[in-house]
T-cell receptor
């Protein structure tokens, strides 16, 4: 089972709204990721959590706020976003020490900022 | 910094033929992992195949195989007996430990 579940699949929000994207995995993975992907571009890393601690922040604007409540859950809190933040947001997870160091992705959350 | 380069933005091939997608990377790391991911129109990022840098043997997964040349920092993907379902964007990706870096992608179209 290599399932990473993301909700919601689609989200439309105004620039003054506060919303959250959620990600869940039950594979025992201890590293979790948020990526942002614009159309026709590769995914860009935003954040990495390792053992529930933020280990990498790729200089992401503070209007994006990650949270890792436990080893299975990862949230991305959104506030005062801009239209250019509209994109596909991908969550991923990885089991440290696993053979191949493979990172598994969820189906993504499509975000539209209006 | 690590970089991943895919020099073929688009490719097309007839169904049942063989196609090879190119990827080169640059790193000063000695231990790392390489992957090919497939992203169909649904945008789900699907793992196709992986290769550990310390393994000399090229990875294979059914119709998919890689040609890993560590000294040349080259990692190409060969798809044999291509099928319509192989139509997708293909990303080459690299990771030493935590950070997964993607190439720009190759859009592959399988022609019936």
């Amino acid at each position: 089972d290599t399932e990473v579940t993301q909700t919601p699949k689609h989200l439309v929000m105004g620039m003054t709204n506060k919303k959250s994207l959620k990600c869940e995995q039950h594979m025992g993975h201890r590293a979790m990721y948020w990526y942002k992907q614009k159309a026709k571009k590769p995914p860009e890393l935003m954040f990495v959590y390792s053992y529930e601690k933020l280990s990498i922040n790729e200089s992401v604007p503070s209007r994006f706020s990650p949270e890792c409540p436990n080893s299975s859950l990862l949230n991305l809190h959104l506030h005062a976003l801009q239209p250019e933040d509209s994109a596909l947001y991908l969550c991923a997870s990885r089991l440290r020490q696993a053979a191949g160091n493979t990172i598994y992705f969820g189906e993504g959350s499509w975000l539209t900022v209006v | 910094a690590q970089t991943v380069t895919q020099s073929q933005p688009e490719m097309s091939v007839q169904e049942a033929e063989t196609v090879t997608l190119s990827c080169t990377y640059d790193t000063s790391e000695n231990n790392y992992y390489l992957f090919w991911y497939k992203q169909p129109p649904s945008r789900q990022m699907i793992l196709v195949i992986r290769q550990e840098a310390y393994k000399q043997q090229n990875a294979t997964e059914n119709r998919f195989s890689v040609n890993f040349q560590k000294a040349a920092k080259s990692f190409s993907l060969k798809i044999s007996d291509s099928q319509l379902g192989d139509t997708a964007m293909y990303f080459c990706a690299f990771t030493p430990i935590e950070k997964l870096t993607f190439g720009t992608g190759t859009r592959l179209t399988i022609i019936p």
